[in-house]
């Protein structure tokens, strides 16, 4: 798993992105479950992710975080980027961040697709 660490802090909540290939949805709880043996990322508040599998289309979890999955899949849509696995970390800082919390949702994607190079 690839980690891109914390990307931005918004009202105390802080986000990071994480990345890698997964062909299958074995491989993506695999990864998921390698993300939380850290405890930081075990203890965050949501971990949402989405992929697009190149034979079993597209997987997506919101873990708390109603959309955010979505949001996720249609940058990996847009990118054409497939059987790679995106997860965005948030660790809630006590306000609601409201519909600002996509746009950072869409930061976090965005600089892990640069850093990729796509």
Known sequence: MHRLGQILNDRGSKYAVSGCPARSRAEVDAALKALKRDKAYAKATHNTWAVLLSDGGPLKGDDGEAGAGMVILRMLEREGLEDHLIVVT???????LGGDRFRHVQT???AYLDALGT
């Open 108 to 110: 976090c994607v965005r």
């Open 90 to 96: 948030r660790w809630y800082g006590g306000k609601h």
